[in-house]
């Protein structure tokens, strides 16, 4: 008995572990491609606007900015659809710890 208990929380830690260093490599890697995909936009940016600078300086002003805002809210999307996709903190080690629990309790009934 007290082994599975140490088995299961050796599971935890461990899921607690990689967990959090899933969360850190998507943290850093989330930042890194976001700083440089802003630097793009804003480049990209400033070179539409530069070319329409003498007649269409503040439609192209408008359409930049609408595309950079539906942009935001379809990267939010994505982000709250990957977040809700995976699964629970120790859900394995829940998992475990139910079937432990129906192994001990079913043999006293």
Not at 94 to 106: C, W
Request: net charge neutral.
């Amino acid at each position: 008995m007290l082994d599975a208990v140490r088995t299961r929380l050796e599971l935890a830690a461990t899921e607690l572990e990689e967990e959090l260093l899933r969360v850190a490599l998507l943290l850093l890697g989330g930042l890194a491609a976001l700083l440089c995909f802003v630097c793009s936009l804003a480049t990209l940016a400033l070179l539409a606007i530069a070319a329409m600078w003498d007649t269409y300086r503040l439609t192209s002003i408008g359409v930049l900015a609408g595309l950079f805002m539906l942009l935001a809210i379809v990267a939010a999307v994505l982000t709250v659809r990957g977040i809700k996709r995976h699964p629970r903190l120790f859900s394995a080690t829940v998992q475990e710890l139910e079937r432990d629990r129906e192994r001990f309790v079913a043999p006293d009934r």
